[in-house]
């Protein structure tokens, strides 16, 4: 799966906050993003790069959270989470 980089960053930076458990890291990123701590970008421009906090598309988010957390596992990632 391709995930946008600055997806992948925004995801990283909840998990940084909230750690990996799903539904807290789901709603870690609503937070984040409701109130644009992330590089400012909203749950708009979110959507725009590729993921969606809707709950009518939470399995594609989910997907997309796994993959990003599956290459900082296996090390495919530079980024790290960041606090």
């Known amino acids: ?3 946008d980089p600055q997806v ?3 995801v990283l930076f909840c998990i940084g906050r909230r750690g990996r458990e799903w539904p807290a890291l789901y709603d870690e990123m609503w937070w984040v993003s ?5 590089h400012g970008l909203h749950y708009d421009e979110l959507r725009g790069l590729g993921l969606s906090l809707g709950l009518n598309d939470l399995e594609q988010t989910k997907s997309i959270v796994d993959t990003v957390i599956d290459r900082l596992d296996n ?3 530079d980024d790290k989470p960041e606090s």
């Open 34 to 38: 409701r109130r644009r701590l992330y």
């Open 75 to 77: 090390g495919t990632t």
């Open 8 to 10: 992948a960053g925004f």
């Open 1 to 3: 799966m391709t995930v």
